[in-house]
T-cell receptor, first 117, second 114 residues
Framework: AQKITQTQPGMFVQEKEAVTLDCTYD???????LFWYKQPSSGEMIFLIY??????QNATEGRYSLNFQKARKSANLVISASQLGDSAMYFC??????????????FGQGTTLQVKP | KAGVTQTPRYLIKTRGQQVTLSCSPI?????VSWYQQTPGQGLQFLFE???????NKGNFPGRFSGRQFSNSRSEMNVSTLELGDSALYLC?????????????FGEGSWLTVV
């Protein structure tokens, strides 16, 4: 069965430093997509970055990059030059199947990131 | 470009009542999904609609229902509310046909059942 695992309930990082948030997944479908979202205390789920299972290169979006290791089934989020505004809950999520088939996501339990000044 | 809009943002209901939540997707998006988020269970998929048809359904009782209108706006309804229905309800929309099919969420509706 499909599953997303985030093993770090909470993380601390010093402002301006880089931080890696871990995510491992399990699926038997060769076609899948991996997402990272940021959720501040307000509740809104903010899309950060996407990686498709067939993408050859790791995804990057500004200060966010995804360290995609397909054989290990891991999709870790790297945030460079952390800012105080990065303090939030971060969720890794997976969509199985082709993008055209579904908008259903399976979420991990999330990692709370706190950035220290 | 407007994002996903959910209304109301906050509401308090009494056990046994029913509630309707509304979601307007990003313009042009035809897929709308709903999720329930609680501290104990995390984020759980409720259902997904595409072109007014339910495509997927999560493992929730029949008290949870939804629909989608011809303009892609969606509503979800919870009848006979229970205390355990207190949660953040998130709506997401996506545009099928793109390679990444990125899924965008709204700000959520905070439901408290007393």
């Amino acid at each position: 069965a499909q599953k997303i695992t985030q093993t770090q309930p909470g993380m601390f990082v010093q402002e301006k430093e880089a931080v890696t948030l871990d995510c491992t997944y399990d699926t038997s479908d060769p076609s899948y997509g991996l997402f990272w979202y940021k959720q501040p205390s307000s509740g809104e789920m903010i899309f950060l970055i996407y990686q498709g299972s067939y993408d050859q290169q790791n995804a990057t979006e500004g200060r966010y990059s995804l360290n995609f290791q397909k054989a290990r089934k891991s999709a870790n989020l790297v945030i460079s030059a952390s800012q105080l505004g990065d303090s939030a809950m971060y969720f890794c999520a997976m969509r199985e199947g082709k993008p055209s088939n579904t908008g259903k996501l399976i979420f991990g339990q999330g990692t709370t990131l706190q950035v220290k000044p | 470009k407007a994002g996903v809009t959910q209304t109301p943002r906050y509401l308090i209901k009494t056990r046994g009542q029913q509630v309707t939540l509304s979601c307007s997707p990003i313009s042009g998006h035809r897929s709308v999904s709903w999720y329930q988020q609680t501290p104990g269970q995390g984020l759980q998929f409720l259902f997904e609609y595409f072109s007014e048809t339910q495509r997927n359904k999560g493992n929730f009782p029949g008290r949870f229902s939804g629909r989608q209108f011809s303009n892609s706006r969606s509503e979800m309804n919870v009848s006979t509310l229970e205390l355990g229905d207190s949660a953040l309800y998130l709506c997401a929309s996506s545009l099928f046909g793109t390679p990444e099919n990125t899924i965008y969420f709204g700000e959520g509706s905070w439901l408290t059942v007393v």
